[in-house]
C-alpha cells in the first residue's frame, strides 16, 4: 500500500501541473453519513474520520469509539471527485476510464463496490432523465445540462467532474469470538488480538486518492502519445 501512495502522490503532482485535482472523503461512516447542506472539505482534513461536515465528523468519532467498546467494526461509504480532467481521456472498449478506475479501487483490501455517478439509482430512473443532454455553455464550449453519468460516457472523459462512490466492508479482524473449525474439522471460536481499526474505510481515503491519480496519469499519457 505504502508503494502505491507514494507513487499516487507523484502522479497527484503531475495532474497538478495539468490543472486536475483528485480529492476523496468519507461520505458515510456506518449509519452516520454527511449533509450536503454543511458539507465542507476542509473540515475533511481537521477531523480523524475524514469527513467534510464537523457535525457528522463528531457523531461518526462517537459512533467508532462505541464499536471499539463493543469489539465490533463497521464500514462505510468513501466519494471520490475528480476536477479539470479534460474529455477525451480513455479509451471506448478496453481501456475505459471508469472500468481502469473501477479495477484499481477494487484491488484495495475490504473495498466491496464501486459506483460511478448516479451509480445503482441510474437503474431506478427513465432513459429521459439519467440521459445527459448536450448544451452550449456560456463560453461556446460545448457542455451538458445534468452529470448522471459522473463525468464519463462510452469509457471516456466528458471534461465534467468524475464521480466515483467505493464501499468498504466493516473490518473483519474483531476481538469478539466468531465460529471457526480447527484443523480436525472440529467446531471452536477465533478472535483477533492485537491493534485493528473499527473502521478501514478512514484509512482507504489517501490510498483512493493515490491509486486514480495513478490511472488518470496513465490514460492522459496514453492519449499524449496519439
Do not use: W
Not at 31 to 49: C, Y
Not at 51 to 63: H, I, L, N, T
Not at 131 to 160: E, Y
Amino acid at each position: 500500500t505504502i508503494g502505491r501512495v507514494a507513487a499516487g502522490a507523484i502522479a497527484a503532482k503531475l495532474l497538478e501541473s495539468l490543472g486536475v485535482t483528485v480529492t476523496a472523503y468519507a461520505r458515510s461512516i456506518g449509519p452516520v453519513e454527511i449533509s450536503m447542506d454543511r458539507f465542507d472539505l476542509e473540515a475533511a482534513s481537521e477531523n480523524k474520520v475524514c469527513m467534510p461536515d464537523r457535525e457528522a465528523a463528531k457523531e461518526a468519532e462517537s459512533y467508532l469509539e462505541q464499536m471499539l467498546e463493543d469489539q465490533d467494526s463497521v464500514g462505510g461509504v468513501v466519494e471520490c471527485v475528480i476536477t479539470g480532467l479534460p474529455a477525451g481521456i480513455g479509451e471506448p472498449v478496453f481501456e475505459k476510464l471508469d472500468a481502469r478506475l473501477a479495477h484499481a479501487e477494487m484491488s484495495i483490501g475490504a473495498v466491496k463496490g464501486v459506483e460511478i455517478g448516479d451509480g445503482f439509482e441510474a437503474a431506478k430512473a427513465v432513459g429521459s432523465v439519467n440521459n445527459d443532454d448536450f448544451c452550449r455553455n456560456a463560453d461556446g464550449t460545448i457542455g451538458k445540462r445534468t452529470n448522471h453519468s459522473g463525468g464519463i460516457l462510452g469509457g471516456i472523459s466528458t471534461g465534467q467532474t468524475v464521480y466515483a462512490t467505493v464501499s468498504i466492508k466493516p473490518t473483519p479482524s474483531i476481538r469478539l469470538p466468531l465460529a471457526t473449525l480447527n484443523s480436525q474439522m472440529q467446531d471452536t471460536t477465533v478472535s483477533t488480538k492485537g491493534r485493528h481499526d473499527p473502521c478501514v474505510s478512514i484509512r482507504a481515503v489517501p490510498v483512493l486518492e493515490a491509486l486514480m491519480a495513478l490511472v488518470l496519469m496513465d490514460l492522459i499519457l496514453q492519449n499524449h502519445a496519439q
